[in-house]
């Protein structure tokens, strides 16, 4: 296992445009986490599954913005009408259950909106 | 809301020489975690140290430890004999000890010189 993964590495967009991300975590982790860190900032909390199910979303996190875990391996990030202030690092963590257990990250996406 | 602040956008050392940064943080909880997670330009997070609120001892992990100050609310960290390698943001970041997401500073860029 490398550590969690995320594809793609960039992404340049149009305003208007729908993007996706995926995120695949590390295989025995059964928490995965999405975080967005603008420039300058530390990451934000977005949204938390533990396996399957989706157990918190920041208020950060609106209408536009959805995520999946569908079998609770990999997860996506789905970003429908992105305007400017989308643009971001978007940052995907996977840990294993229990209390003060060590979130591994992965690379990140770049996303630009133009 | 936890809040995380690092007051120290940039911070420079020199090679072998010691360095602390800082971070405070406010929370009403009586169980959470502390960390200090490492942010080099490739952009992957990775932790450097841990506490639990309930430990009053001090983590140390081989040149890096903290100084944990629960009733100031405050959480340095120590890096000791600095390298080349250690040039990279630092966050603190602080975690509930009933949620599993973590809340981070802004970050402090270490710059360590020869």
């Known amino acids: 296992d490398t550590g969690v993964s995320q594809d793609p590495r960039h992404k340049i967009t149009k305003r208007g445009q729908n993007v996706t991300f995926r995120c695949d975590p590390i295989?025995?982790?059964?928490?995965l986490y999405w975080y967005r860190q603008t420039l300058g900032q530390g990451p934000e909390f977005l949204t938390y599954?533990?396996?399957?199910?989706?157990?918190?979303k920041s208020r950060l996190l609106s209408d536009r913005f959805s995520a999946e875990r569908p079998k609770g391996s990999f997860s996506t990030l789905e970003i429908q009408r992105t305007e400017q202030g989308d643009s971001a690092m978007y940052l995907c963590?996977?840990?294993?259950?229990?209390?003060?257990?060590?979130?591994?990250f992965g690379q990140g996406t770049r996303l630009t909106v133009v | 809301a936890q809040t995380v602040t690092q007051s120290q956008p940039e911070m420079s050392v020199q090679e072998a020489e010691t360095v602390t940064l800082s971070c405070t943080y406010d929370?009403?909880?009586?169980?959470?975690?502390l960390f200090w997670y490492k942010q080099p330009p490739s952009r992957q997070m990775i932790l450097v140290i841990r506490q639990e609120a309930y430990k009053q001892q001090n983590a140390t992990e081989n040149r890096f430890s903290v100084n944990f100050q629960k009733a100031a609310k405050s959480f340095s960290l120590k890096i000791s004999d600095s390298q080349l390698g250690d040039a990279a943001m630092y966050f603190c970041a602080y975690m509930s000890g009933t949620a599993s997401k973590l809340t981070f500073g802004t970050g402090t860029r270490l710059q360590v010189t020869l």
């Open positions: 929370t009403s909880e009586s169980d959470y975690y």
């Open positions: 963590a996977s840990s294993s259950q229990g209390p003060n257990t060590e979130a591994f």
């Open positions: 295989s025995e982790h059964n928490r």
């Open positions: 599954f533990q396996n399957e199910a989706q157990l918190e």
